[in-house]
């Protein structure tokens, strides 16, 4: 036990959780953001929901970069790019496509399947006992494909999964019908992977976790963070001026850390890749499990009261505003799914993935940097691995040998 003093910074998933591990640990924990945890600015509030121990996969694959030319001019795909963002993404896409190999995609999923492995177990040792639980649900997860020729297309993706033991079980239109009744026509083909769990209210989650935290002697303060300070006793300074300083300091701050690392003198990569839900209230109908639409990239969520249909990957920076035509896609999508369904209302969101070149979170010290613990690059898989980043930082911080090799997620490594 050590009774050090520590600032987080960011308060999403990752920060909560490094917070209440350290607390936990007997550290005198500050937390830091300038919205409470919860908030629909962060990426933690409103994501698919998914604890997707499955994601073994790379953002950056070898097809990636045979299809995304194509994919970008076509309006119907769900890859955008804002075009005058292009000089500035340049620095990130060059070493994002230099692991889009085949080498690189296998060395990748290697780092993606140590992180995500025990992602239910990561889960269930922060939530057990703070009232976060009352938002888990556990049933299966399935993969739907439009015909024969999506699901073959597929089977490099299965068969990742099946290196790290995630087992597919192929569905038949009968069998996706028997399970779902509303399913449309448009999906012929499904996978179905066992043993999964989902969040019900990612926000609401989040805040339990941090409401947990705050109960059991945590402190929060709602502030910004303007810059750092390495060292022995590292420091933040916040808007206004105030210095807060501790034994260390963990940086959380989702897809808004790379501002914050060159402030640090250590310029990392990172891009805020953002993506948008369609929450449907009051549905008609929902869905018996979480459905990932391979044709359309989006994943549909039983969520509490709503259903959800969150995905998209737009390239276009931290600040620019929402775009009108990823919600619209969609939209289509979910009629695709489900042509009957009704809802009372519906509202669109739209967060930043925190995502590196090479899909892996960055995690731990840099010599470059002393004093300060990285932990952000949750890209598609943020909210699934933020307990397991919470813990490995609550680990480093405390000195314990932990049992990762944590060479690929070196903060320094581009
Ligand atoms: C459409 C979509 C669907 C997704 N679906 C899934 C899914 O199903 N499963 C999954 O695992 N992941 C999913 N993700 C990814 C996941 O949501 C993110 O990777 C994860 O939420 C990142 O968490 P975080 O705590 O690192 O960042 P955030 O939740 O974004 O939190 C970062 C915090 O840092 C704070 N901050 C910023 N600047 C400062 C500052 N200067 N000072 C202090 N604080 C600051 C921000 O206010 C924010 O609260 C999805 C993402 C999107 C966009």
Redesign the pocket.
Do not use: C, F, M
């Given at each position: 036990m050590s009774s050090e003093s520590i600032v987080v910074?960011?308060?999403?998933?990752?920060?909560v959780s490094a917070a209440e591990w350290l607390r936990r640990d007997g550290w005198v924990v500050t937390l830091?953001?300038?919205?409470r945890?919860g908030?629909p600015?962060?990426?933690?509030?409103?994501?698919?929901?998914?604890?997707?121990r499955t994601?073994v996969v790379p953002v950056a694959t070898p097809s990636l970069t045979r299809k995304a030319p194509a994919m970008l001019l076509d309006p119907n795909s769900p890859l955008f790019l804002r075009w005058s963002y292009l000089p500035r993404l340049m620095p990130w896409l060059v070493p994002f496509l230099r692991n889009t190999t085949t080498a690189r995609m296998h060395q990748i999923a290697r780092g993606l399947s140590d992180v995500t492995f025990d992602a239910n177990d990561q889960h269930r040792a922060l939530y057990e006992g703070t009232g976060a639980e009352a938002h888990v649900a556990h049933g299966p997860y399935t993969i739907l494909y439009t015909d024969r020729g999506a699901y073959d297309g597929d089977n490099l993706t299965r068969e990742l999964r099946r290196q790290y033991d995630l087992v597919p079980e192929p569905l038949s239109r009968d069998e996706l019908i028997e399970r779902d009744p509303n399913l449309s026509a448009h999906y012929q083909f499904g996978t179905l992977y066992e043993d999964f769990n989902?969040i019900t209210a990612?926000g609401p989650y989040v805040a339990a976790l941090f409401a947990y935290f705050q109960a059991q002697g945590g402190t929060f303060r709602q502030?910004?963070?303007?810059d750092i300070t390495p060292g022995d006793a590292p420091s933040v300074r916040l808007e206004g001026g105030e210095m807060l300083t501790g034994d260390k300091v963990v940086l959380?701050?989702?897809?808004?850390s790379s501002?914050?690392s060159k402030s640090l003198g250590l310029p990392i990569k990172l891009e805020a890749e953002?993506?948008?839900?369609v929450a449907m209230h009051a549905p008609s109908f929902t869905a018996p499990q979480p459905y990932m639409l391979t044709d359309a990239k989006c994943?549909v969520?039983p969520m509490q009261g709503t259903l959800r249909a969150?995905?998209?990957a737009e390239f276009g920076g931290l600040h620019a505003p929402p775009s009108d035509k990823p919600p619209a896609l969609i939209r289509k999508a979910v009629k695709r799914l489900y042509p009957q369904l009704e809802f009372e209302r519906s509202e669109v969101w739209m967060?930043?993935?925190?995502t590196t070149p090479d899909s892996l979170p960055s995690i731990g010290e840099s010599p470059r940097a002393p004093g300060i613990i990285h932990a952000?690059g949750?890209?598609?898989?943020?909210?699934?691995?933020?307990p397991k980043l919470g813990r490995l930082s609550a680990d480093i911080a405390s000195g314990r040998r932990v049992n990762l090799d944590l060479t690929p997620f070196r903060p320094d490594r581009f």
């Open positions: 910074v960011g308060a999403g998933i990752t920060g830091v953001d300038p919205v945890p908030d600015e962060q990426t933690s509030y409103g994501n698919a929901g998914l604890i997707a994601s989902w990612p502030a910004k963070v303007v959380a701050a989702g897809a808004w501002r914050l953002r993506g948008y839900h994943v969520t969150a995905g998209i967060g930043r993935r925190p952000y949750g890209q598609h898989i943020g909210l699934t691995i933020g």
